[in-house]
């Protein structure tokens, strides 16, 4: 099956910083997403976002298809940031039905 | 508000206990999902349901069961032939025809002793 992998897995960074976390996949996709999951475990939707460039405020996503690889950006982290973020994939050939691979997430800290 | 509720949010069980987490969805959503999360690690689908009375094994369905009596409610029993139950278990949905944009619950956690 495809293969989901993400970096870095653990981040720390200081308020107010930027970051870029990277997920790669082994294999063409047609539905990819990234979630922010809080500490409290709520997984939240940010993008769906299978090819091109979103923005939504403060983040950011670019999907390469042609080279499997998908990266988010956080431009002046808050801590209100920190928490766990994945990206999910799915290869069906019949559409998008929500059955995603999720990779192993990165977890960021953001200090104050 | 529109939204995915969980019950309960946190169980605790002894071994051999069948345990049911509800899962309730108010945005008329076509399909819905339950995930197992474990401790530093991504979801994991269990079992889908796209229509009402039809529902698929996901990757790890063994000894778990699912029902799609009403588009609304998908509850997930963990029976006491899986077995490793302890984990964080996730609802999801999403309205059939979308993008497959996912919507999640706020989670239930289970601990078996």
């Known amino acids: 099956g495809i293969q989901v992998e993400q970096s870095p897995p653990d981040l720390i960074l200081q308020e107010g910083a930027n970051s870029t976390l990277r997920c790669n996949f082994s294999d063409s996709v047609n539905n990819l997403q990234w979630f922010h999951q809080n500490p409290w475990g709520q997984l939240i939707n940010l993008f769906y976002i299978p090819s091109g460039t979103k923005q939504n405020g403060r983040l950011s996503a670019t999907t390469v298809a042609t080279e499997r690889y998908s990266l988010l950006y956080i431009s002046s982290s808050q801590t209100t940031d920190s928490g766990v973020y994945f990206c999910?994939?799915?290869?069906?050939?019949?559409?998008?039905?929500?059955?995603?691979?999720f990779g192993q997430g990165t977890t960021l800290q953001v200090k104050p | 508000d529109g939204g995915i509720t969980q019950s309960p949010k946190y169980l605790f069980r002894k071994e051999g206990q069948n345990v049911t987490l509800s899962c309730e969805q108010n945005?008329?959503?076509?399909?819905m999902y339950w995930y197992r999360q474990d401790p530093g690690q991504g979801l994991r689908l269990i079992y889908y349901?796209?229509?009402?009375?039809?529902?698929q094994k996901g990757d790890i369905a063994e000894g778990y069961s699912v029902s799609r009596e009403k588009k609304e409610s998908f509850p997930l029993t963990v029976t006491s032939a899986q077995k490793n139950p302890t984990a964080f278990y996730l609802c999801a949905s999403v309205r059939t025809g979308n993008t497959g944009e996912l919507f999640f619950g706020e989670g239930s956690r289970l601990t078996v002793l």
């Open positions: 349901s796209q229509i009402v009375n039809d529902f």
């Open positions: 945005l008329n959503h076509d399909a």
């Open positions: 999910a994939v799915e290869r069906s050939r019949s559409g998008n039905t929500g059955k995603l691979i």
